[in-house]
């Protein structure tokens, strides 16, 4: 039970604390905003990591526990309830961020076609494709680092600043999602169109988990697991 808690408790930091400066951030100054948040994102992660990944590995994303079960470090049963403890994180820390700011209106939810404040015309297709790549990019990361125990001690800052590289490329196509319920917490509560869209940052993500931990079965894996 303690990790089921620690994952609802880690998801629900991410999405308010980071989704909290995408939202406040990124009105007033759009450039400033997309580095504060990439930083958020980062080192809430990193933060998250050297709390409760003792506890729960710190997946506090769902596409990560669908990397971690394909590699076969975790089985599908246990998969399927960390990613309901992230999911009703998810959507606890989009109320409470709501509930903070006093509107639902901006909660940092992910968009393309012109969803999003930037203006960003990405088509849906669009929207997949660079998620899956950068969720790929982020699991294998993930994967790789944890791989060997040595790395135990810089994992978390590891995995931290990847996240840090993969927001700053996304932000500007589709808000950066690779964590579905990151992005499933906003739509939620922001906006009905926000909400319409929030399938693509279920699926892409979640397949590129998948792909993630496939290359990592083939690729990565060492002798001694």
């Given amino acids: 039970m303690k990790k089921y ?3 609802f408790t880690g ?27 990439a ?36 089985s599908v049963a246990e998969c399927v309830k960390y990613i309901i403890s992230q999911f009703l994180g998810a959507i606890c820390g989009a109320l409470l961020l709501g509930i903070c700011l006093g509107k639902f209106s901006a909660l940092g939810a992910n968009g393309f076609g012109g969803a999003l404040a930037n203006g960003t015309t990405v088509t849906a297709l669009t929207a997949i494709i660079i998620e899956i790549i950068l969720t790929f990019a982020f699991v ?9 125990k040595e790395n135990g001690n810089v994992a978390g800052l590891v995995i931290g600043l990847t996240l840090v ?15 579905p319920a990151r992005s499933f917490g906003p739509a939620l509560f ?15 993500p979640s397949i590129g988990g998948f792909l993630a931990g496939m290359f990592y079965n083939a690729v990565l894996k060492s002798k001694q697991n």
């Fill in 165 to 179: 590289v993969i927001h700053l490329i996304g932000i500007p196509f589709t808000g950066t999602s690779v964590n």
């Fill in 11 to 37: 998801t629900l930091f991410l999405v308010f604390i980071a989704c909290g400066v995408a939202a406040v951030s990124g009105c007033k100054f759009p450039e400033a905003g997309y580095i504060a948040t």
């Fill in 5 to 7: 808690v620690a994952e």
């Fill in 190 to 204: 922001q906006s009905t169109k926000a909400l319409s869209q929030v399938w693509v940052f279920i699926l892409a």
């Fill in 39 to 74: 930083l958020a994102f980062g080192l809430t992660i990193v933060a998250m990591a050297y709390s409760i990944g003792n506890v729960s590995g710190c997946h506090v994303n769902p596409a990560v526990s669908i990397g971690v079960c394909v590699a076969g470090k975790m």
């Fill in 140 to 148: 294998t990361a993930i994967l790789g680092v944890t791989d060997k």
